[in-house]
Each structure stands twice: as structure tokens, then as C-alpha cells.
């Protein structure tokens, strides 16, 4: 079983580029979500997911958007970089949203906006 | 709204030696608390929580931590500390209908 796996690993981007980052994890999770982490802040939640189908904003969504077509992928996409996004990204699930519910992490994805 | 401080950036011990990682929250309602490790260019593990129950909560690689709702804490501690436990530590607060609120993480250094 893999859990969860996150492409590219990392990424050099121009700003105003398009940019997926992907998330698929094997669990049959319900919920997912997207944090970014910077140095001193910790992570960060940009967008989450209940359960496919939904959505919703996190702490830091400004730039971002999300979609979940199925339960298994949640990719996020940055429509137009800016070097402030830069950072590395972490995508997360959990059996349910319920606030008890243990979460579990990918990789990582490192992006830097040039 | 619902924060978690962790109040030093670098612990160091000496190996062997009792660690104690910090960590203290603020909710409106009950807590629900987590502590993560990230290795090295690794994503976030997780090691303990505290839902309810009793105070003192047993985790993996020999963690525990320990609830106090009067000092609204939630410190790491681990008896004999391995120079393989280095990492970055997170602890995580979770509201009821909320999401995931983490600290800014604690650098811990275990020197041979």
C-alpha cells in the first residue's frame, strides 16, 4: 500500500506559469486537504475536502484552487505563480473529517516560482 | 479561533538523556491534540494524540505526552532520548467541525 503519493517531487516554475500538483492516495479516505509549509509558520491549510464532490477554504486559499472528482485524487492548482507561493506543499487524508480523525502526509512537493 | 504555540524553535539533548518538546493551545471548546515528527525531506508522521481519556498518551519510537487543561499544554517528552529521534516537531490542535490549526514546529537536536 502506498498511502499517499505527491508529483513532481519538486518543481522550478516562471511566475504567471499554470501549475498542478498532484495528490492520489489508496486508502479510500474520505477527506483530504492541501497545507503549505514555510519556515517559522508551520503548515498551513489552503483547501480541504469532506468527501469528493466538496470543497472547501482553508487558512491560505488566495491563489489557489481545488477540485475532487473522485476520492483517490485532489490535485491543487496554482493558475498564475507568483514567487510568493513558493514553498513546499504537503497533501494530506483521513478516514473522515470527524475532529478525531488522524492524518496522514505525503512527501511533499517543493516548489519554487521564479 | 483555535492556535497552538511552541514556545522554543531548538531543543538540544544529549543522547540518553529525558527530552521534553513544549507545546501549549488555546480552543474554544474541547482540545483535541496531536504531535507529528518530519524527517529530513519527509513528509509529517504521526505519533500521538489525545482525544479523551487519560492524561498521559502513549505513542511510537517511546513518545508520550501529557494533557493539562489547566496549563492548556500538551508537552512531548520521551525518557531516553536517541540521536534518531532528531526532526522537526509539530504539535496540532483540533476544534470540534474544525480543521487541523499546527504550530510553527520545534528543531530538535539529540547530540551523541
Known amino acids: 500500500i502506498a498511502g499517499i503519493t505527491q508529483a513532481p517531487t519538486s518543481q522550478i516554475l516562471a511566475a504567471g506559469r499554470r501549475m498542478t500538483l498532484r495528490c492520489t492516495q489508496d486508502?479510500?479516505?474520505?477527506?483530504m486537504y492541501w497545507y503549505r509549509q514555510d519556515l517559522g509558520l508551520g503548515l498551513r491549510l489552503i483547501h480541504y475536502?469532506?468527501?469528493?464532490?466538496?470543497?472547501g477554504k482553508g487558512e491560505v486559499p488566495d491563489g489557489y484552487s481545488v477540485s475532487r472528482a473522485n476520492t483517490d485524487d485532489f490535485p491543487l492548482t496554482l493558475a498564475s505563480a507568483v514567487p510568493s507561493q513558493t514553498s513546499v506543499y504537503f497533501c494530506?487524508?483521513?478516514?473522515?473529517?470527524?475532529?478525531?480523525?488522524?492524518?496522514?502526509f505525503g512527501p511533499g512537493t517543493r516548489l519554487t516560482v521564479l | 479561533a483555535q492556535s497552538v504555540a511552541q514556545p522554543e524553535d531548538q531543543v538540544n539533548v544529549a543522547e540518553g538523556n529525558p527530552l521534553t518538546v513544549k507545546c501549549t493551545y488555546s480552543v474554544s471548546g474541547n482540545p483535541y491534540l496531536f504531535w507529528y515528527v518530519q524527517y529530513p525531506n519527509r513528509g509529517l508522521q504521526f505519533l500521538l494524540k489525545?482525544?479523551?481519556?487519560?492524561?498521559l498518551v502513549k505513542g511510537s519510537y517511546g513518545f508520550e505526552a501529557e494533557f493539562n487543561k489547566s496549563q492548556t499544554s500538551f508537552h512531548l517528552k520521551k525518557p531516553s532520548a536517541l540521536v534518531s529521534d532528531s526532526a522537526l516537531y509539530f504539535c496540532?490542535?483540533?476544534?470540534?467541525?474544525?480543521?487541523?490549526?499546527f504550530g510553527p514546529g520545534t528543531r530538535l537536536s539529540v547530540l551523541p
Open positions: 486508502m479510500r479516505h474520505n477527506a
Open positions: 494530506a487524508s483521513s478516514a473522515t473529517s470527524a475532529y478525531t480523525d488522524t492524518q496522514y
Open positions: 475536502s469532506n468527501t469528493a464532490g466538496t470543497t
Open positions: 489525545y482525544i479523551t481519556g487519560d492524561n
Open positions: 496540532a490542535v483540533k476544534d470540534y467541525g474544525q480543521n487541523f490549526v
